[in-house]
Each structure stands twice: as C-alpha cells, then as structure tokens.
C-alpha cells in the first residue's frame, strides 16, 4: 500500500480538494490541534482515513501535514471538509492575553535551584 502523498501532481492535488485552493482562513493554522470524533467509513478518500486515524490523540495541523507529504494548504482544506462533517474538532491555541503576567523571577530562581539539587 502506496503512503499517501507521494504523488503531488497537481491533478491529484485538485482531486484532494475538489478543485478548490484555499479553506477559510480562520478555521485552522498549523498549530491548530485536530481531534478525531469519529472512526473512519468504508469509502472515504485514503487522505481523510489517514488523518482521523492519525488524530485520535491531539495532532497539530503542521504534524498532519508532514506525515500525509502534502502542502499545509490543502490539509488545511480536507480539514475543513471533515470539521463541516463533524468528524473532527480542532483546538485552537489561545492567544496571549495583555494581562498575562510572567512569573516572578526570584521563584524561577528557587525552582532552578530545586531542580538543580535533585
């Protein structure tokens, strides 16, 4: 059995996505993490069977990328045909808030030191 995304020909690739180029841009970037909500059916494309096996656990979308060989782009939109399924979640990373306070340096300092100890 032949890995998907050795073959990036561009017939393929239209024939991954439909023939569209892009998804909605707010909907996945590649630390996005994907989350599988349902087990694969008989007769869906390879592509999507390989990545709701492969997001059982938490998967960024850059790691789904990488390990089908394809573009981030055209990931970025087989994700959103399984996302308006219902087959996947994703899980965006939250932004950093203004009032986000780093740590203070003085407990850094004792907790280096306690590691340092150990």
């Known amino acids: 059995m032949s890995r998907p995304g050795r073959d990036d020909s561009p017939d393929r690739l239209y024939t991954l996505t439909g023939g569209r180029s892009r998804s909605d841009p707010g909907l ?5 993490l994907v989350v599988a909500e349902s087990d694969p059916a008989p007769g869906m494309q390879s592509e999507h069977v390989a990545i709701l096996r492969m997001c059982r656990r938490p998967t960024a979308v850059v790691e ?9 782009g055209i990931v970025r939109i087989m994700l959103s045909d399984l996302l308006g399924t219902g087959r996947i979640s994703a899980r965006h990373p939250r932004p950093a808030r203004a009032t986000h306070r ?3 340096p ?3 300092e004792q907790v280096l030191v306690g590691l340092r100890n150990l």
């Not at 996945?28 to 996005?32: A, R």
């Not at 789904?64 to 981030?72: N, Q, R, V």
Request: zero cysteines.
């Open 102 to 104: 780093l740590p203070d």
């Open 64 to 72: 789904i990328a990488a390990e089908l060989g394809l573009p981030g």
């Open 28 to 32: 996945f970037d590649l630390v996005t």
């Open 106 to 108: 003085d407990i850094l």
